[in-house]
């Protein structure tokens, strides 16, 4: 096996033109870890944010982006008993390692099997929105049948996961979209639907008992507004605009307020691809584009448009 491999990198923060295709050693997995050849890579807003310095993590360049991948096993390091080599895996990782590459070394925990019949383009637009929806929705606030559940930006990749999970543990699902995205949300479960862009949806939205919220800045007090008094808002976009004043009025009004983060999680992944295999979770790809493209990528997702993922193409 030769020891070296390509990858997506930057030698300086800025715009999508300092993405350039490069040479780099090969990593080696150490114990516990899995060397995964990739095959794809999904894009995740977190990837411009960090390649324009916007968010921290990474030191100073040159450093390979990406959180997400799907591919197949090629080594494995002392230690790993739940992987061998030719399975195909997926995960999520987190800095500095990144996904815009031939080869990945991961932690084991981290890996979860590719669920049947999910091609590598699909299963690597999953890992970090669905970790992102299924974490809070299902660990934090602990949806229930019955309960009504309002999902900010319920087209975009996460959105769209969390509106299909929440639906799958008998939800009352609500989404804010634009109307052009109401007919492939519908097709998706939800069952309300608000354009954000002629309806504030606080005034649309009542008795809700779970808030996922993308978008922070404003929508927090807003979505504040829409809960009943043992309702939580989740806020998962992870950077973004100071959070005290929604903290304050969080704590004047006696709502549940959490801050969240995915973690990598292959024991989630697992659950959540028996979602996947059992047809109550699809996940939608916007555009495959050739790695090589990542710029591209990076911009399209930028315009904060997408239906879905964006995922990049390695293999």
């Known amino acids: 096996m030769s020891s070296g491999m390509r990858a997506v990198s930057q030698r300086v923060f800025g715009g999508p033109e300092v993405l350039e295709v490069v040479e780099t050693e090969r990593p080696v997995p150490g114990p516990g870890e899995v060397l995964v050849q990739v095959h794809a890579a999904g894009v995740n807003p977190a990837d411009w944010k960090r390649r324009s310095g916007l968010l921290g993590g990474l030191g100073e360049p040159p450093f390979v982006l990406g959180l997400d991948l799907s591919g197949v096993v090629a080594a494995v390091g002392g230690q790993v008993t739940r992987f061998r080599p030719g399975d195909a895996v997926c995960a999520a990782v987190l800095p500095p390692r990144g996904t815009?590459?031939?080869y990945v070394a991961v932690p084991e925990e981290s890996l979860a099997l590719v669920p049947p019949g999910l091609d590598h383009l699909h299963a690597a637009a999953l890992p970090t929105a669905a970790l992102t929806a299924w974490q809070p929705l299902v660990k934090i606030a602990e949806v229930q049948a019955g309960q009504r559940v309002l999902i900010h930006a319920a087209a975009g990749g996460i959105g769209h996961l969390a509106v299909q999970i929440a639906k799958s543990r008998g939800a009352h699902v609500i989404g804010t979209a634009r109307q052009?995205?109401?007919d492939f949300l519908r097709g998706l479960g939800a069952d309300e639907l608000i354009d954000y862009t002629t309806v504030d949806f606080e005034e649309a939205a009542r008795d809700i008992d779970v808030v996922l919220d993308p978008i922070?800045?404003?929508y927090g007090p807003r979505s504040l507004a829409t809960l009943t008094a043992q309702g939580v808002l989740l806020d998962i976009r992870g950077t973004g605009p100071d959070r005290t004043a929604v903290r304050a009025r969080?704590?004047?009004l006696?709502?549940?307020?959490?801050?969240f983060g995915f973690t990598p999680a292959g024991a989630d992944l697992q659950e959540i691809g028996a979602l996947v295999a059992g047809g109550a979770l699809q996940v939608v790809v916007?555009?495959?584009l050739p790695w090589e493209e990542a710029g591209t990528a990076h911009e399209l997702s930028e315009t904060g448009r997408v239906k879905g993922k964006i995922v990049l193409a390695v293999r």
């Open 254 to 259: 006696g709502r549940r307020y959490v801050e």
């Open 250 to 252: 969080a704590a004047e």
């Open 180 to 182: 052009d995205k109401h």
């Open 100 to 102: 815009y590459s031939e």
């Open 286 to 288: 916007d555009q495959v």
């Open 216 to 218: 922070s800045g404003a």
